[in-house]
Each structure stands twice: as structure tokens, then as C-alpha cells.
């Protein structure tokens, strides 16, 4: 029912905490800022919630698609949802009932608004570009075949340094591999690994969620396995010093380990499977694992010369070449197999450089790609990254003299711009 039309009863939009994976996808996408969460659960809050399902489609598994038909006198509080371990059930009619003190409490509810930007103040919000479909012709992506309740279990065999710095640095090639256990992948989806152990509270951890960085037949050709790119975390946003619990477990892992593996996750950051389609790539440290697993589809379609030239394009970034993943692979790739740009922020005796000063520098290629309609631009990495990026590309559309709300509305359309940054 909806909510503007009448204030007693509303459809009021909840999240599974079974499903939910805390990867903080919808808090990021949310316009309104209606989401929010602490260590527990990820929660939506009743009185700013405005429906406008920008969240949905980019959940990897789904749990942020759950409603309940009540009363608004009656809406779970923010509170009340931390709380939660399971979704409550729909309310019987009984529980659906109102008295005339609950009308007066429904009149006033929506007095809480989302913050509205000052008059004339012009809101960037890149997220709003960003697809929430996939190519037209990518292949069709399995999704929540293994939840936290059903997690399938994968065996490590293989984890190495795919950096040159030392610890505080390093970045962790992991292989898994599923044995005689179904676990389709498409190069751009995610899998949630889950630590061992509880945390502060004395809960299980919830998994934590890696981007796949194999092509579609597994990191060894036609075996039933993935890899991963994982950064060892060993310091918080703010410089201080901590102990990331996953990622040191997983970049710790010992080959003959097992792993305990929720997923796959994602439906819509799929590479196009037309062979002749461009791909540009964009991405920041991990962010790198999707874009090597379509780089290493398209090289191995080009080893068995069912390759027709779509151009590949990377615009790869990182503090200094010691800390970029898999700089030596990308150096041995043909040139005329991929466009390579790298921009490094900290390189010693060097000026600052970041993915978005290498796109302007390639401004007029990237004008020719974005006036193709065989062209696919994918972003991933750190969320810091996504609108400078997403303003680089308007701006390069712009000063080609192409209207701006129309290429970034086909790309968004036609599921050819997709974002993923955390």
C-alpha cells in the first residue's frame, strides 16, 4: 500500500539477517540514507524510507527485499531490528488492529525526513548511474546456492604474496577449490568466506564478502575451483593499528585448509559474453579481482582463437607499483591484447596519480568507447573512488560535445556502466 495515501498502514521495508552478508552495498546505494547498521544487523529505518527501491537490485543475495504489511503505530523500530537473528512473520488480523491513539501516532510519522540539500546546491549522486542489470548478453549467473545456514566447504590449495611490499602491504592470491560440490561462477561475482571462530559478543562471524578474480571454468582450466585477492588489513581508515578477522584468516590459510563458503553472490556486474563488445575496466587495489577474471576469459578465448577484437581497456591504481596485485602477470600481457594504464598515488619523487587523471589523459579514446554502444565499463574498488571517477567520465563525454544525461541513461539502461565499490 502506498505510503503517501494513507499514513495508518504502510509496507514497511525490513532486511533478512540470515541472508544479509553485511557487505554494506545498500547503506552505500540508499539515497534517503535510510539504512544504517551497527555490529549486529543492517536496518532500515521506517520514517525515512521513501520506497524508492534504488537498494534492491544491487544486493548481492536478496535479503534486502523482505516487506511487512503493518500498522505504523506498530513499525519495527531501528532498535528493535538490531536485535533481530530472524525476520518476524507477517502480523495476523488481530495484530493489525488500531485504536484511535494509534491514528495520532500514524499522522505524525514521516516528521523525520531525509537531509535535503541546501536550494541551488547541485547533489552529485554516482551511485544513481550505475546499472542494476546485466549486459544483454552475459551468461546467466547462479546466485545463494550456499547460505550461512547451508555453507558448502572448499579446500585451499593455493595462496600466495601477489605484491612486492612486506606485511603491512600484502595482497593474498587464494585458490579454493569445491571438489564434487556444484559452485558455478561468473567472472564477476563474489563468494563470502566465513572465519572460524565468534566474535565480541560471542556470535559466529558473518561471512565476509571477495570478489572472484577467475574466469568462469576456474582459476585451473575446467576444475571445480575460484580464486580470491585478498588484502591483508592490519590498519583502520584512520591509520590505527588493527587486526582484520577475516581477511588475516584468509590470507593466513595453509594449502589443505578448509574453508567454510556461502555464494555465489551477484547478478548484474557480468561481463558481456559478445565476443566483438569493448570492455574498460576501472579499478583501485582488490578491486582488481573481477577485472582479472574477465581479463584472463578474454585471454583464454583469444588462446583458443575464438577471440574477435573487442578492445580491452585498464585503468588500474594503487599507493606504488610494490603494492599493485599482479603488476608482473599484467606486464607480460600483449599489448595488443589489452590497453594497460596504471596511476600510482605515493611512487616515490613522483606527483600524485590517480585512475581518473589516467582516464583524462586517455580522454579521446575513452570518447570514441563511450559513443560505441558495444562498450562496457566496469568500476570497482574503494568507494572513495566511484565519483571521481563517474565526474571523469561525464566530464569526457561533455567535452566531446555528447549530451551527458542521454550516454550515462543508455549505459544505465542497457546495463553497460555497473559499479562496485565498498
Same mark, same amino acid.
Given at each position: ?49 521513501? &520506497? ?67 536550494? &541551488? ?56 577449490? /569445491? &571438489? ?134 585498464? /585503468? ?20 595488443? /591484447? ?85
Amino acid at each position: 500500500m502506498d505510503m503517501a495515501t494513507d499514513v495508518t498502514i504502510i509496507k514497511q521495508h525490513l532486511i533478512d539477517p540470515e541472508i544479509c552478508i553485511r557487505c554494506n552495498t545498500c547503506e552505500a546505494t540508499c539515497p534517503v540514507n535510510a539504512i544504517t547498521h551497527d555490529d549486529n544487523n543492517y536496518v532500515v529505518r521506517a520514517d525515512i524510507c521513501n &520506497g524508492c527501491m534504488a537498494c534492491i537490485s544491487p544486493c548481492p543475495t536478496g535479503s534486502i527485499d523482505n516487506w511487512r504489511t503493518m500498522p505504523v503505530a506498530k513499525a519495527y523500530s531501528i532498535e528493535e531490528q538490531l536485535t533481530w537473528e530472524v525476520l518476524p512473520a507477517e502480523l495476523t488480523p488481530e495484530q493489525m488492529e488500531v485504536d484511535a491513539a494509534d491514528i495520532d501516532v500514524a499522522a505524525s510519522f514521516g516528521a523525520a525526513t531525509a537531509p535535503v540539500a541546501p536550494a &541551488g546546491e547541485d547533489v552529485f549522486n554516482s551511485a544513481s548511474y550505475g546499472a542494476t542489470t546485466p549486459p544483454w548478453s552475459a551468461a546467466k549467473a547462479f546466485t545463494n546456492l550456499y547460505g550461512p545456514k547451508n555453507a558448502t566447504t572448499a579446500t585451499v590449495v593455493g595462496n600466495y604474496n601477489c605484491t612486492d611490499a612486506g606485511f603491512d602491504s600484502e595482497t593474498h592470491h587464494v585458490v579454493l577449490d /569445491f &571438489g564434487s560440490m556444484p559452485f558455478p561462477v561468473l567472472e564477476g561475482q563474489s563468494i563470502g568466506i566465513i572465519p572460524p571462530g565468534t566474535d565480541a559478543n560471542g556470535k559466529a562471524h558473518m561471512p565476509r564478502q571477495y570478489s572472484v578474480a577467475s574466469p568462469r571454468n576456474g582459476e585451473r582450466p575446467n576444475y571445480n575451483n575460484v580464486a580470491l585477492t585478498v588484502k591483508r588489513v592490519t590498519v583502520d581508515h584512520a591509520g590505527n593499528p588493527v587486526r582484520g578477522v577475516a581477511s588475516n584468516y584468509v590470507c593466513d590459510l595453509k594449502v589443505g585448509d578448509k574453508v567454510q563458503v556461502v555464494g555465489p553472490f551477484g547478478h548484474s556486474f557480468l561481463m558481456p559474453n559478445h565476443p566483438k563488445s569493448h570492455i574498460v575496466m576501472i579499478c583501485t587495489g582488490t578491486g582488481s579481482a573481477p577485472m582479472r577474471a574477465m581479463t584472463e576469459w578474454r585471454r583464454r578465448l583469444r588462446a583458443s582463437g575464438k577471440f574477435e577484437g573487442g578492445k580491452l581497456m585498464l /585503468f588500474f591504481g594503487a599507493r606504488t607499483q610494490q603494492e599493485l596485485p599482479y603488476f608482473g602477470p599484467l606486464q607480460n600481457l600483449p599489448k595488443d /591484447f589489452i590497453d594497460v594504464n596504471l596511476a600510482f598515488s605515493r611512487a616515490p619523487n613522483q606527483p600524485k596519480r590517480y585512475v581518473q587523471d589516467v582516464m583524462r589523459e586517455r580522454a579521446a579514446d575513452l570518447a570514441q568507447l563511450l559513443q560505441d554502444g558495444a562498450t562496457h565499463i566496469y568500476v570497482c574498488g574503494l568507494k572513495s573512488m566511484e565519483e571521481g571517477v563517474v565526474l571523469t567520465l561525464r566530464d569526457i563525454v561533455r567535452d566531446a560535445g555528447l549530451d551527458w544525461d542521454s550516454v550515462a541513461g543508455s549505459l544505465k539502461k542497457e546495463g553497460r556502466l555497473h559499479l562496485e565499490t565498498y
